[in-house]
């Protein structure tokens, strides 16, 4: 699907909902003892864009790690693309991550690869292909992410943007049907953060993927998002579209998205007791 | 104090665990990661062989030379309390072949290859980099863990041979120079002495060693916490641990081989 004759998401509204790509039921998480996820349920349909909120400490971190495999919930169940990962194994298992490309809060490119040999890596271990079209390939994606002719470079001489689209660039080589994406717009100023809100638009556009994004970045969320999760606690506050979140009367929403603190105010008392440990 | 010895305890099982369980996956993807289209890349191993072993040649014989000079001095010197220098070459060759080169290389090894394999793999982990390769689909143990392991069973063993030659050699250049004698007589002696089963007891500690201060290394740098500091705490951990554990097995070796 080209840009211009990409749906409005007025349009998309009005279109029979796709079929779920990711569903998360009634997932329960914890590390050690603490519990981080309460019951946390939700879906997220093919080719949307679906942006997780929540601020610090609200568990969306974790509930992304659990959504790409890398933690096992303590209890309910995660599909992606119709298949349970908690009861695939092996080869099935490897043949799902194939359709799976993760870009990271801080890129997590090698650091003893040039950024063409981190987009190559992929292909080369999981992917039969000649060192020629590994070459070509790594280009291609690299022409997508507005990185053309830097391949040669070491993650370590890459700027916070560059470094993250490089990322980007590994994430999407083999062509994955989803996409994640952990805070985005991290340590990024805003003309660059807004650029990388472009690709990430522009890639679902041309390459037709489910896209979920966990971010804190409220305008980067409103810009990008179809519909928005947020987080708090651990627990789902709603998951809604844009327009939805944007004029919810949820005091806990609408201060997030304002950026307002929920500290409550204590007298100093409460204040002198909290210092000396009692309380 | 008592909680704290149990919880130590629980925690080195839990390691000792951990570490059993990479070598056995390990040597799992050696055996299968062709079959399986996951091969364990002879490129990896050859990179691995080239640090450990290549790289460390000089340091390694310059030690080498030292420890044979040095066995040298004082063999003579001991020897000579009864006049018995002649056969200082029988101590230097049995000592130098069953002990001190495989002790010193695993030393030498642990603190630079060790270490260096922890902060590496401590630093991947906490900049996310094994995280990545897990989402990849590429197990990090095939792709990190395999090659270090075997390019150490290769090159520790591989260098414990080239400090036997260099620290006899040495050896017998002093011992040649200080009693007169010629230098060819010297090695017709040694090799008189030395048996394949001298030169094997050394090699095959050394490759236990090499597994060590594989797993020793492999273990403190997954299992780091924390950032800057984490991989600073894992490095000097997997250094100590793998001296401690190289000299504990070369005495319960030593004691298990001359039964």
């Given at each position: 699907m080209s840009l211009e004759t990409a749906p409005s998401r007025a349009a998309i509204a009005e279109m029979p909902a796709p079929p779920p790509a990711i569903e998360v039921e009634h997932l329960d998480a914890h590390y050690g003892p603490r519990?981080?996820?309460?019951d946390v349920s939700l879906t997220i349909r093919q080719g949307e864009i679906m942006v997780i909120m929540g601020g610090s400490g609200s568990g969306k971190s974790t509930l992304l790690r659990h959504l790409i495999g890398l933690e096992r919930p303590t209890a309910g169940t995660i599909r992606l693309l119709g298949h349970d990962i908690g009861r695939l194994g092996g080869t099935a298992m490897l043949n799902l991550r194939r359709k799976i490309g993760v870009a990271f809060q801080g890129g997590a490119?090698?650091?003893?690869?040039?950024v063409s040999e981190n987009i190559k890596l992929p292909l080369r271990e999981l992917a039969k292909l000649n060192e020629k079209t590994m070459d070509i390939m790594a280009r291609l994606k690299l022409e997508v992410v507005n990185l053309?002719?830097?391949?040669?470079?070491?993650?370590?001489?890459?700027?916070g943007g560059m470094l993250k689209r490089a990322a980007v660039a590994r994430a999407i080589v083999m062509d994955p049907k989803l996409l994640f994406f952990d805070?985005?717009?991290?340590?990024?100023?805003p003309v660059v953060s807004s650029a990388l809100d472009d690709l990430i638009l522009r890639l679902r556009e041309a390459m037709d993927m489910t896209i979920v994004v966990v971010t804190h970045e409220v305008e980067s969320a409103l810009k990008i998002a179809d519909r928005i999760t947020i987080l708090d606690k651990g627990r789902i506050l709603t998951v809604d579209t844009v327009a939805g979140v944007r004029h919810s009367p949820d005091e806990h929403i609408q201060n997030l998205l304002n950026r307002r603190s929920e500290e409550q105010e204590m007298d100093a008392a409460a204040y002198l007791r909290r210092l000396s440990g009692e309380a | 104090m008592v909680e704290n010895i149990g919880r130590g305890a629980v925690r080195s099982l839990d390691e000792i665990g951990y570490a059993a369980a990479l070598l056995i996956e390990s040597l799992y993807w050696v055996a299968v990661g062709h079959r399986l289209r996951q091969p364990v890349r002879a490129g990896a191993v050859i990179v691995q062989m080239m640090q450990i072993g290549v790289h460390a040649l000089p340091i390694a014989t310059l030690l080498s030379a030292t420890i044979g000079i040095m066995l040298a001095i004082q063999s003579l010197y001991s020897l000579g309390l009864f006049g018995a220098e002649s056969f200082a070459h029988i101590g230097i060759a049995l000592s130098v072949t069953r002990e001190f080169s495989p002790l010193i290389m695993g030393i030498l090894i642990a603190g630079r290859s060790g270490s260096s394999l922890s902060a590496r793999l401590s630093t991947m982990s906490i900049s996310q980099e094994v995280d990545a390769l897990r989402v990849i689909g590429i197990n990090p143990v095939r792709f990190l863990v395999a090659p270090a392991l075997i390019g150490m069973v290769i090159m520790v063993p591989a260098l414990t041979m080239w400090s036997n030659l260099v620290a006899l050699g040495a050896s017998g250049l002093y011992v040649a120079g200080a009693l007169q004698i010629s230098l060819a007589a010297y090695f017709d002696g040694v090799i008189e002495v030395l048996a394949t089963n001298d030169l094997m007891h050394g090699l095959g500690k050394s490759a236990l060693f090499a597994v060590l201060i594989a797993l020793i290394g492999v273990v403190n740098g997954s299992l780091v916490r924390g950032g800057a500091e984490g991989v600073g705490s894992a490095t000097t951990k997997s250094v100590v641990q793998s001296i401690s554990a190289i000299v504990i097995t070369d005495m319960v070796f030593a004691f298990i081989a001359t039964r």
């Open positions: 519990q981080i996820l309460f490119l090698f650091s003893s690869m040039s053309a002719g830097f391949g040669h470079l070491m993650p370590s001489e890459l700027s805070e985005p717009s991290a340590g990024l100023d | -």
